[in-house]
């Protein structure tokens, strides 16, 4: 038996916001959406498969303190994906863990760019090679594993 992630589940503060930047980010389009009062949510995704639902019953923001998600990431075909993703997330001003793209670690060829969402999600947007002839910003672990 194999599994795959079927989609993942965010809580969200502001469904409309998230929704804004996971479509400007990732290209998803919306396949199911409820604006029902105090059950807001926005399934996110392509071709009819749905990759992430955004659930807005959240306050604050997201804290790495607690057990739960620790990051998720988002695999492209090459570096110039990861390029052009990155252009767009400098855009509309998003944070960065790391300056540009790194490798996920010390003589790694797979790197990306490591940023959070509006509610401070961790998020990465990694090729699985080109990057080995970057610089690692972290040396003894891996570079998605503390940011």
């Not at 607690?66 to 110039?80: E, I, M």
């Not at 509006?118 to 672990?141: C, M, N, Q």
Request: glycine share 12%; with cysteine.
């Amino acid at each position: 038996m194999a599994f795959q992630i079927g989609h993942v589940g965010l809580n969200v503060t502001d469904l409309d916001q998230s929704k804004r930047f996971y479509q400007r980010v990732f290209g998803f389009a919306v396949h199911h959406e409820s604006a029902d009062g105090d059950r807001r949510y926005a399934s996110l995704g392509y071709d009819g498969a749905t990759m992430v639902t955004l659930w807005q019953q959240s306050e604050g923001r997201f804290s790495g303190a607690v057990p739960g998600l620790h990051h998720f990431a988002f695999r492209v075909a090459d570096l110039d994906a990861v390029r052009r993703a990155e252009a767009t997330l400098k855009e509309i001003g998003v944070e960065f863990a790391y300056e540009g793209i790194v490798p996920h670690g010390k003589d790694r060829t797979s790197g990306g760019v490591f940023f959070t969402d509006p509610d401070g999600i961790r998020v990465e947007i990694f090729a699985p090679s080109g990057a080995e002839s970057l610089t690692a910003p972290v040396s003894d672990a891996p570079t998605c594993g503390f940011f």
